[in-house]
């Protein structure tokens, strides 16, 4: 089929978009709403505007991501009139936006202010206009829902939806007046929501961001009476280089020590050490459970957003989930037990900070279970994105930064396990490699798990445990609507597999919420992060949890043995059924909503 686009004949596929084509054949028009990761083209912005003409001489204008391209048809994409246009929509759009661009987490990284200069915007006739009323809603612990600086593209609706299966975003309101809701909920904090930030990554604007801390991590490094201890996740060094430049999977680990030190870090110490405690607890509670009966399949517990989504959507999966907390929780109440008494330093002169991959570790930080006398265990949790920001405003560019090593004696050290948690796959592999080891006297053959790799939505693979333990089905799965399936097959008694690994996040922790947003684009090196830290794991001297001398040292002098009575008390959580709290706040809007509604 063939139609013009700016006078020039192309050939095309029925069913294919003008926008579509145009992309192909290296034609630009300029798109906010439409969104080609998740095939999202709602046509809201309408700001991919082309003049259209027929093949009976009808000419319109109308947008090119959802209009198709028809036999004949001439499309103008830089007329005079198509230009005006454009930039017409676009002052409107910032007109019904709040224009304190400088206060913004998108500044600089915004795709709304690219847009106004691709359609040449110098001035804007409407900008003294303030945006409809529209909500601010700061209740959650990890995010921040501005609808000021909403455009209603309705990309966070979609991959909610179709990545997520969650669908905790809603679109309310109308005209000038419409915004992305929480359904009917009262604020996002009480609804579906499970803050596992994807939402964050491919909203154009700053309508959806990471609640930022920065400030009080200056504070605490202001105070000469606190002892500051930085800890970062097995993904950070992965992928914090790509803010300043780096290649993507390119480790940065010395890089980020050496900048934490200079930023006025007092101790910096390794979450990797913490997911070595974590294989310990689960893969010892895997093995109790299967011995005497318990509850399985038994499944990970390390994605906080996987653990809001059990409480929340499916809480009757609760008793399945192992109760060893996450590593950053095992920092935390190390932190301020193990570590502190080692180092002599009295655990309320200790601030304890997390460098995340992700925004719902900032909830997980905020859960009573975690708390000691109202303390938190950790007390703030910075992800990638807050990281960033803060090396800047301190002067400290990482690409410039000498590497530095981790030199703390107790909490530092870590092995090829430990890193490949930041993996969809990671912490299965990790697990089989110390399993098996406590069952036969001996390391795995060839170290790798190869089966349980990949990037699959959901793998299977068939594990043997050696010579008389058997062979038992693990799965993996990542992105929660793979992971609905899982839990309700083990809810109705009919699970094939004994141990399950679940990361909330397409890909697992190296594209999680809190990491680097590239505008226009979903995860886009989500390989070369995966790929980055499986070459870390295969260069380690030590590649299994249970032969790190720091982890053989912390059972020996402090905890005793894996699930000891004090590794229960202190590396150990309970969960709790969220779903009644969330029916309830909804039902108490729909009622005041009635009775508002009777009134009038």
Same mark, same amino acid.
């Given at each position: 089929?063939n ?7 192309y ?16 034609i630009?028009i ?8 998740l095939d ?7 700001v991919c505007?082309a003049e259209?003409t ?5 000419t319109?204008?109308?947008t090119?991501?959802?209009t198709p391209?028809?036999?004949g ?5 830089r007329?005079?009139r198509?230009r ?13 936006h ?8 998108? #500044? ?17 006739r409407?900008?003294?206009r ?9 209740t959650?612990?990890?995010?921040v829902?501005?609808?000021?600086k ?5 990309r966070?609706v ?5 990545m997520q ?5 809603t ?7 419409? #915004?992305i ?8 904090n ?5 803050q ?16 930022? !801390?920065n400030?009080?991590v200056l ?7 606190i ?7 097995p993904?950070v ?5 790509e803010?300043?430049g780096?290649a ?12 934490l030190?200079?930023l006025?870090?007092d101790?910096?110490?390794d979450t990797d050490?913490a997911?070595?405690v ?7 509670e ?7 009966g318990?509850?399985?399949p ?8 996987w653990?809001?989504?059990?409480e929340?959507h499916?809480p ?8 060893t ?12 037990t193990y570590?502190?008494?080692?180092m ?9 900070i ?33 990281l ?7 002067g ?14 107790y909490m530092?050290a ?9 993996a ?12 098996y080891?406590?069952?036969?006297h ?6 790798d798990?190869?089966?349980?790799r ?7 693979a ?6 008389g ?10 992105g ?7 839990a ?10 004994s ?9 697992g922790?190296?594209?999680g ?14 390989h070369?992060?995966? !790929?980055?830290?499986f070459?870390?794991?295969h260069?380690m ?6 032969n ?13 043995e ?6 229960h !008390?202190l590396?150990?959580?309970h969960?709790?059924d ?5 029916t ?9 909503l009635t009775?508002?509604? #009777?009134?009038?």
């Amino acid at each position: 089929m063939n139609a013009s686009i700016n006078g020039k004949e192309y050939t095309f596929e029925p069913g294919e978009t003008i926008l579509q084509v145009a992309r192909r054949n290296g034609i630009f028009i300029p798109t906010l709403c439409h969104f080609q990761p998740l095939d999202h083209k709602p046509g809201t912005c309408r700001v991919c505007l082309a003049e259209i003409t027929d093949k009976n001489g009808r000419t319109e204008m109308a947008t090119t991501c959802n209009t198709p391209m028809e036999e004949g048809m001439r499309v103008n994409t830089r007329s005079t009139r198509v230009r005006d246009m454009q930039r017409l929509q676009v002052e409107l759009i910032f007109a019904d936006h709040d224009q304190d661009c400088g206060a913004c987490a998108r #500044h600089g990284n915004c795709e709304l202010q690219d847009l106004a200069e691709y359609v040449g915007l110098s001035t804007n006739r409407f900008a003294t206009r303030m945006p409809s009323v529209r909500p601010l809603d700061n209740t959650m612990r990890g995010m921040v829902r501005d609808m000021t600086k909403c455009v209603r593209c309705m990309r966070c609706v979609e991959v909610c939806r179709k990545m997520q299966g969650v669908a905790a975003l809603t679109v309310d309101g109308t005209g000038v007046g419409a #915004h992305i809701g929480v359904g009917m909920a009262p604020s996002q904090n009480t609804s579906a929501c499970i803050q596992c930030g994807q939402c964050t990554l491919v909203c154009p604007t700053g309508a959806l961001a990471e609640r930022d !801390e920065n400030d009080t991590v200056l504070d605490y490094l202001a105070n000469p009476e606190i002892t500051t201890v930085f800890s970062f996740a097995p993904s950070v060094r992965v992928i914090l280089g790509e803010e300043f430049g780096l290649a993507p999977g390119q480790n940065v680990q010395g890089r980020i020590i050496a900048a934490l030190r200079r930023l006025g870090a007092d101790i910096v110490i390794d979450t990797d050490f913490a997911a070595d405690v974590v294989i310990m607890e689960e893969g010892s509670e895997l093995l109790t459970r299967m011995k005497n009966g318990g509850k399985l399949p038994t499944f990970t517990s390390c994605c906080p957003a996987w653990v809001n989504y059990a409480e929340k959507h499916c809480p009757e999966v609760l008793p399945y989930l192992s109760t060893t907390r996450s590593p950053q929780a095992v920092v935390g109440s190390l932190v301020k037990t193990y570590l502190a008494e080692k180092m002599g330093i009295p655990p309320k002169k200790i601030r304890n900070i997390s460098l995340m991959p992700c925004t719902a570790k900032k909830d997980e930080a905020a859960r009573p279970q975690l708390h000691v006398h109202s303390t938190p265990d950790t007390d703030v949790v910075l992800t990638i994105r807050e990281l960033s920001r803060l090396f800047r405003r301190c002067g400290i560019n990482l690409a410039e930064v000498e590497p530095e090593d981790f030199d703390n004696p107790y909490m530092s050290a870590s092995t090829g396990a430990a890193v490949i948690f930041g993996a969809t796959g990671g912490v299965m592999e990790a697990a089989v490699r110390t399993v098996y080891a406590v069952l036969n006297h001996k390391e795995l053959p060839g170290v790798d798990v190869v089966p349980v790799r990949g990037e699959e939505g959901m793998r299977e693979a068939e594990v043997d445990l050696g010579e008389g333990n058997g062979v038992i089905r693990v799965a993996v799965v990542h992105g929660l609507a793979n992971a609905r399936k899982l839990a309700e097959q083990a809810i109705a008694g009919n699970s094939p597999y004994s141990f399950i690994e679940v990361m909330a996040c397409p890909g697992g922790c190296v594209d999680g919420g809190g990491t680097c947003r590239v505008k226009k684009s979903y995860h886009p090196h989500a390989h070369e992060r995966r !790929e980055g830290l499986f070459a870390i794991d295969h260069d380690m001297p030590r590649r299994q949890s249970h032969n790190n001398p720091q982890i053989i040292r912390l059972y020996k002098d402090f905890l005793g043995e894996p699930n000891s009575h004090k590794a229960h !008390e202190l590396l150990h959580t309970h969960y709790t059924d969220r779903s009644k709290v969330q029916t309830e706040s909804i039902s108490a809007t729909k009622k005041k909503l009635t009775l508002t509604d #009777h009134s009038a």
